[in-house]
């Protein structure tokens, strides 16, 4: 599926082109800026800069081209691997996968999870996928270490108060004695983990199993997929 194709002298911003081309998205474009790692036709590049096709884009010491062909990916993440394209913390998501383009996973899913993440070269679809106000719902089947009871389900989906602010409510369902169901539209910090940790609990298994439309189905894991056409036009419908 093609992205928007701009012409060799239409000017658009830099964080966008570094995002178009699946370098980064847009925030952390910025941020690579700033931190002057990005050049311009041999100049350093400057927040807010745009630029053209045809100028000379650096960032890290490696040519930037933009892709035309949108990829989106659906991976089934093991634990143990981070969600970074980058192996300081350990393996990346983007190294295990070895995808032959250069891509980037859209949000995080901690490293002692499993299950679905999305992996993209397109900086726009990313920063509108991940924009909270957004409401985007992400669904996980959780396991904890002890039996939980329908106060632990009603107090797990009316709120629970963890990182200075109070969790949206959602969607909770008890599925066995140690297992439920969560849908969020919010994405704190290891968020499923702090909600059970103020009530006692502690997770010993989780798996995120939608993204919006997206599901994670049979797909293996350490496995992934290209999106059908049919999930992206839905996907880019909902955004």
């Known amino acids: 599926m093609k992205k928007d194709i701009i012409n060799d002298n239409e000017l658009i911003r830099l964080n966008k082109y570094l995002s178009d081309s699946g ?10 800026v700033e931190r002057g790692l990005v050049y311009v036709d041999g100049v350093k590049a400057q927040l807010g800069q745009k630029v053209s096709k045809n100028q000379e884009i650096i960032c890290n010491g490696k040519k930037v081209s933009r892709e035309e062909e949108l990829i989106l990916l659906a991976f089934n993440k093991p634990r143990g691997i981070i969600c970074s394209t980058s192996d300081e913390q350990g393996i990346s998501v983007v190294k295990y996968i070895n995808y032959p383009k250069r891509i980037y996973p859209i949000g995080r899913l901690d490293k002692d999870s499993e299950g679905l993440i999305l992996l993209t070269n397109d900086g726009d679809m990313s920063d509108r996928i991940l924009r909270s106000r957004n409401n985007h719902e992400k669904e996980y089947i959780v396991t904890v270490n002890k039996k939980i009871d329908n106060t632990f389900i009603k107090n797990m989906a009316n709120g629970v108060p963890i990182l200075d602010t109070v969790t949206k409510k959602c969607v909770v369902e008890q599925i066995n004695d140690n297992t439920f169901r969560i849908v ?4 704190l910090n290891r968020q499923i983990r702090r909600m059970c940790d103020y009530f006692g609990y502690k997770v010993t298994k989780l798996k995120r199993i939608r993204i919006m439309n997206i599901k994670l189905g049979n797909l293996k894991i350490g496995k992934y997929r290209e999106l ?4 992206i036009n839905k996907l880019k419908s909902m955004l």
Do not use: F, I, N, P
């Not at 370098?23 to 690579?32: K, P, T």
């Not at 969020?184 to 994405?187: A, E, F, I, P, V």
């Open 23 to 32: 370098v980064c998205s847009r925030r952390e474009a910025d941020r690579l």
């Open 228 to 231: 059908s056409s049919e999930e």
């Open 184 to 187: 969020l539209t919010q994405g």
